[in-house]
């Protein structure tokens, strides 16, 4: 075969390479709808978090902690089942564990609990 004069004076090696079709981006993990992580704020914005999930058609909520956040989960518990949903929100159930947390040298254990209301 014949080659055309543009082909003859690009050598293979400087041929531009095709670009790759872009990656599409990892979708980031979302929280599910229904679980409230409790932290540094105060008790009482968990414990609106809460009443608003299930204001808003959730059946069931779980309150989530670690470490020294796990006494601040029970008192949201306590707050909404003793002042806000007294006849309506049950505890279903509570789940205690732990997690290890670091790396190698600076691995260490943190107490984790789990507490699920239930809508009566």
Do not use: C, W
Request: proline content about 8%.
């Amino acid at each position: 075969m014949a080659q055309t004069s543009s082909e003859a004076k690009i050598p293979e090696a400087e041929k531009a390479p095709k670009p790759e079709a872009p990656q599409p981006a990892k979708p980031k993990p979302v929280a599910p709808q229904n679980v409230i992580f409790v932290g540094k704020k105060p008790a009482m914005n968990y414990a609106l978090a809460t009443i608003i999930q299930f204001n808003q058609g959730s059946n069931e909520v779980i309150v989530k902690a670690r470490g020294l956040a796990i006494s601040k989960a029970v008192d949201v518990v306590e707050i909404i089942r003793r002042r806000f949903m007294e006849e309506t929100v049950k505890v279903k159930e509570i789940k205690i564990g732990t997690e290890t947390v670091g790396e190698a040298e600076n691995a260490r254990n943190v107490s984790t609990i789990e507490i699920t209301l239930n809508k009566v």
